[in-house]
C-alpha cells in the first residue's frame, strides 16, 4: 500500500508558468516531508523540505505548502524553467525510512 | 558537502556473475545508509538499510542471500548482486545519512549505478 499519494503522474508548463505537484498521506506519524528532484540517469536531490510545524517554506522559486489537517502538500515551482524539466518525487517519513510518492515528471517547453 | 558516491556508474555483466557496487560517503560519517531499486520511470524502492557494523535490514520481499550488504566503515557501503539475471537489470542507488546536524531525517543520494545482465 502506497502511504505517499502524488499527482499528477506527468505535466508540461510552459517557461515561465508555474508547476504545480501534490501529495497526500495517511500516516499522521510522519514529520519529515522533502521533495527530489531526478533528471535522467542520475541520483534524486533533495530540493526542499518541511516539517509540519510550518505551513509553507520558500526556497528561491520553490515553495511547499502544508495543510496538516488536510494531511497534503504540495511543491510549487515559480518561474518555470526549461532547466527544471525533470521528474520530482515528494517523500515523507517518521525516523530514517523514507516513503516516496510515485513521481511527477514534469516537461517545461520553452 | 554530503557528496555520496557510487561506483561504477555502469556495469554490464553476464548472467551467473555476482557484482558488487560501492556507496561511500566523501565528506561525512554516515551511520545509516540505504539500497534502493529504480525501474524506469518508476520510484525508489527500497531494499534495505545498513548501519554500520552492523547485519543490514531488508525490505520484505528483497533476497538476503541475493543481495549482499555490508556496511563496514561509516564511510563505505557495498552491494553484491550474487548470481545475476537478466532480471536484476536495474537502477541502484544508495543514500546516506547521519543523525548528527540540524537535518536528523535528510538522505544524501548517489548518483546511482546502472546494471545490466546479459
Known amino acids: 500500500q502506497q502511504q505517499v499519494k502524488q499527482s499528477p503522474q506527468s505535466l508540461i508548463v510552459q517557461k515561465g508558468g508555474i508547476s504545480i505537484i501534490n501529495c497526500a498521506y495517511e500516516?499522521?506519524?510522519?514529520?519529515?516531508f522533502p521533495w527530489y528532484q531526478q533528471f535522467p540517469g542520475k541520483g534524486p536531490a533533495l530540493l526542499i523540505a518541511?516539517?509540519?510545524?510550518?505551513s509553507e517554506k520558500k526556497e528561491g522559486r520553490f515553495t511547499i505548502s502544508f495543510n496538516k489537517s488536510a494531511k497534503q502538500f504540495s511543491l510549487h515551482i515559480m518561474d518555470s524553467q526549461p532547466g527544471d524539466s525533470a521528474t520530482y518525487f515528494c517523500a515523507a517519513s517518521k525516523g530514517p525510512k523514507l516513503q516516496f510518492g510515485a513521481g511527477t515528471q514534469v516537461v517545461v517547453t520553452p | 558537502g554530503a557528496v555520496v558516491s557510487q561506483h561504477p556508474s555502469w556495469v554490464i555483466c553476464k548472467s551467473g556473475t555476482s557484482v558488487k557496487i560501492e556507496c561511500r560517503s566523501l565528506?561525512?560519517?554516515?551511520?545509516?545508509m540505504f539500497w534502493y531499486r529504480q525501474f524506469p520511470k518508476k520510484s525508489l524502492m527500497l531494499m534495505a538499510t545498513s548501519n554500520e557494523g552492523s547485519k543490514a535490514t531488508y525490505e520484505q520481499g528483497v533476497e538476503k542471500d541475493k543481495f549482499l550488504i555490508n556496511h563496514a566503515s561509516l564511510t563505505l557501503s557495498t552491494l553484491t548482486v550474487t548470481s545475476a539475471h537478466p532480471e536484476d537489470s536495474s537502477f541502484y542507488i544508495c543514500?546516506?545519512?547521519?543523525?548528527?546536524?540540524?537535518?536528523?531525517?535528510?538522505?544524501?543520494f548517489g548518483p546511482g549505478t546502472r546494471l545490466t545482465v546479459l
Open positions: 543514500s546516506a545519512s547521519s543523525p548528527s546536524g540540524n537535518s536528523y531525517n535528510e538522505q544524501f
Open positions: 518541511i516539517r509540519p510545524d510550518v
Open positions: 500516516n499522521t506519524a510522519f514529520d519529515y
Open positions: 565528506d561525512f560519517q554516515a551511520t545509516t
